[in-house]
């Protein structure tokens, strides 16, 4: 038995250090990280105080809901999504931000605070806010149905009674901010809930978390890119439409950008909601309502995209209102000495289609990059950003550097219906002597090329060495597991 029992830890010990050599030789995955960022604290009544969270490593799939301020009012959210591409490594940074309204000057306590971000809790230490006085305009009241099931009760069983169903003026509506749009163009589509203020005591939504995701699978639209707002909570928002008074609930809404000029078609989508019959002869102590249940539709909706106009590249432009903002460390230099360019495309459109400048070849210049950073802002209806490609260059001549005839990006307006040209207009100049082979060095201000490229080793390697690392290891363990049993065998008998 004493042998048994050490051939068994022997065993078990050989184990647990093979599964230590495998954990070793994988790369390990990144972890999700998450912090909350708060607002200015010192700002006028007719601006907005703002709390975001930022999620780093993961992507988004629940989060807590943002506190209650005193003597504040939430006024809607807005996402930015950032995404960097450097050395060919992808990073996603997401931020969602509430906005606050202030309902009156002063000096206000922002309460120590945590929020959930994907099962990471997350702290804030607060803040204290100053109003300043500015005349801001009447923030409309939200009435008394706030928020998916804020009106859910339980009620007893009511007394033998004769019970009516009022009528009521609330509709379900799918609306496109576009009838046609042009192939690449975005439309916003948004799923909306209306009800007047009188059937607030009649109406409340029944299982919404398990109708909406039927819902948003009917409105998926397989020709099209879809970039879908991050609104989590449904408060209602005070509209007139017709001249009427309404509540208006949003419960979905996103921008779709056409792949083709097939017609974005709509069908027609339901929502049951909890509707209650009111009892004819009101009986006192009683609450005189009888639950029952009421579908609304939508109509179907079709939107027509059109082709863009005759171009040479037509298939290969990006559509959007889209301006060049375009900055450079530093407009004269020598030759031999790298110098960073940043060509950056900002407006309204789908970034995510948006490739690099087309680069023209040019003798005596060395280019590398482009390192990509992508930030997306989903608010009010519009989907927008900037995307930025990054590059190096090392100039081998001396002169002027006209980058126009480098860096250029044809991208179609579908607001003037017309073909632009986004050209870099920076003229850098460029001083010493000729160089004649490949000059790029060390820049002695910029940290990741002093650190990154001095220590680098240009030594090819297998694109399986993780495999191999693995292999070898499991190798030395089996040897080392035989010896010790070989060992254990051969050991005196006690």
């Given at each position: 038995?004493?042998?048994?029992?050490?051939?068994?830890?022997?065993?078990?010990?050989?184990?647990?250090?093979?599964?230590?050599?495998?954990?070793?030789?994988q790369?390990?995955?990144?972890?999700?990280?998450?912090?909350?960022?708060?607002?200015?604290?010192?700002?006028?009544?007719?601006e907005?105080?703002?709390?975001?969270?930022?999620?780093?490593?993961?992507?988004?799939?629940?989060?807590?809901?943002?506190?209650?301020?005193e003597?504040?009012?939430?006024?809607?959210?807005?996402?930015?999504?950032?995404?960097?591409i450097?050395?060919?490594?992808?990073?996603?940074?997401?931020?969602?931000?509430?906005?606050?309204?202030?309902?009156?000057?002063?000096?206000?306590?922002?309460?120590?605070?945590?929020?959930?971000?994907?099962?990471?809790?997350?702290?804030?230490?607060g803040?204290?806010?100053?109003?300043?006085?500015?005349?801001?305009?009447?923030?409309?009241?939200?009435?008394?149905?706030?928020?998916?099931?804020?009106l859910?009760?339980?009620?007893?069983?009511?007394?033998?009674?004769?019970?009516?169903?009022?009528?009521?003026?609330?509709?379900?509506?799918?609306?496109?901010?576009?009838?046609?749009?042009?192939?690449?163009?975005?439309?916003?589509?948004?799923?909306?809930?209306?009800?007047?203020?009188?059937?607030?005591?009649?109406?409340?939504?029944?299982?919404?978390?398990?109708?909406?995701?039927?819902?948003l699978?009917?409105?998926?639209?397989?020709?099209?890119?879809?970039?879908?707002?991050?609104?989590?909570?449904?408060?209602?928002?005070?509209?007139?439409?017709?001249g009427?008074?309404?509540?208006?609930?949003?419960?979905?809404?996103?921008?779709?950008?056409?792949?083709?000029?097939?017609?974005?078609?709509?069908?027609?989508?339901?929502?049951?909601?909890?509707?209650?019959?009111?009892?004819?002869?009101?009986?006192?102590?009683?609450?005189?309502?009888?639950?029952?249940?009421?579908?609304?539709?939508?109509?179907?909706?079709?939107?027509?995209?059109?082709?863009?106009?005759?171009?040479?590249?037509?298939?290969?432009?990006?559509?959007?209102?889209?301006?060049?903002r375009?900055?450079?460390?530093?407009?004269?230099?020598?030759?031999?000495?790298?110098?960073?360019?940043?060509f950056?495309?900002?407006?309204?459109?789908?970034?995510?289609?948006?490739?690099?400048?087309?680069?023209?070849?040019?003798?005596?210049?060395?280019?590398?990059?482009?390192?990509?950073?992508?930030?997306?802002?989903?608010?009010?209806?519009?989907?927008?950003?900037?995307?930025?490609?990054?590059?190096?260059?090392?100039?081998?001549?001396?002169?002027?550097?006209?980058?126009?005839?480098?860096?250029?990006?044809?991208?179609?307006?579908?607001?003037?219906?017309?073909?632009?040209?986004?050209?870099?207009?920076?003229?850098?100049?460029?001083?010493?002597?000729?160089?004649?082979?490949?000059?790029?060095?060390?820049?002695?201000?910029?940290?990741?090329?002093?650190?990154?490229?001095?220590?680098?080793?240009a030594?090819?390697?297998?694109?399986?060495?993780?495999?191999?690392?693995?292999?070898?290891?499991?190798?030395?363990?089996?040897?080392?597991?035989?010896?010790?049993?070989?060992?254990?065998?051969?050991?005196?008998?006690?």
């Open positions: 038995m004493p042998q048994l029992s050490r051939f068994l830890f022997l065993l078990g010990l050989m184990w647990a250090l093979m599964q230590a050599s495998l954990a070793v030789a790369p390990t995955a990144a972890t999700a990280e998450a912090d909350i960022v708060l607002g200015p604290t010192a700002f006028a009544l007719s907005y105080y703002t709390i975001s969270f930022r999620l780093r490593g993961a992507p988004l799939e629940r989060y807590s809901a943002f506190p209650d301020l003597g504040f009012k939430k006024s809607g959210k807005s996402s930015t999504t950032t995404t960097r450097v050395n060919g490594r992808t990073s996603v940074e997401l931020t969602i931000t509430q906005r606050y309204a202030a309902y009156a000057e002063g000096e206000y306590v922002v309460k120590p605070f945590s929020m959930t971000i994907n099962g990471l809790t997350v702290r804030s230490a803040a204290t806010l100053k109003v300043g006085p500015q005349v801001a305009a009447p923030q409309p009241s939200a009435g008394a149905l706030q928020g998916v099931g804020s859910d009760q339980l009620f007893g069983k009511p007394r033998p009674q004769d019970y009516v169903e009022p009528k009521d003026n609330a509709f379900l509506l799918l609306l496109p901010d576009k009838t046609s749009v042009f192939v690449g163009e975005g439309v916003h589509v948004g799923l909306y809930f209306y009800l007047t203020a009188a059937d607030q005591g009649l109406l409340n939504f029944y299982n919404f978390a398990t109708q909406l995701p039927v819902i699978r009917q409105l998926r639209q397989r020709t099209a890119w879809e970039e879908p707002f991050d609104e989590q909570e449904i408060v209602p928002e005070n509209v007139t439409m017709g009427k008074a309404y509540l208006r609930y949003r419960l979905y809404e996103a921008e779709y950008y056409p792949l083709n000029t097939e017609p974005l078609t709509f069908p027609e989508v339901s929502l049951q909601m909890v509707k209650y019959r009111l009892a004819k002869n009101p009986a006192e102590g009683l609450d005189n309502r009888m639950e029952g249940y009421k579908t609304y539709h939508t109509n179907v909706r079709t939107i027509a995209v059109r082709p863009l106009p005759p171009h040479p590249l037509r298939d290969q432009v990006p559509v959007g209102d889209y301006r060049l375009e900055s450079i460390d530093r407009t004269a230099f020598r030759t031999g000495q790298a110098f960073t360019y940043t950056s495309v900002e407006g309204e459109g789908n970034l995510a289609a948006v490739s690099g400048p087309g680069l023209a070849a040019r003798p005596s210049l060395e280019l590398y990059g482009p390192d990509v950073q992508q930030e997306l802002t989903r608010q009010g209806g519009r989907v927008g950003g900037r995307k930025s490609f990054r590059y190096q260059l090392v100039a081998q001549r001396p002169g002027t550097l006209p980058l126009d005839s480098l860096f250029t990006l044809v991208v179609f307006n579908p607001t003037t219906v017309r073909y632009d040209t986004l050209r870099a207009e920076i003229v850098p100049d460029v001083r010493g002597p000729v160089r004649t082979a490949s000059t790029f060095s060390l820049r002695p201000d910029d940290p990741f090329y002093t650190e990154a490229l001095a220590s680098a080793d030594t090819l390697q297998p694109i399986d060495e993780y495999h191999d690392v693995r292999r070898y290891a499991n190798l030395v363990l089996i040897v080392l597991l035989v010896v010790a049993l070989v060992g254990w065998w051969w050991q005196p008998k006690q």
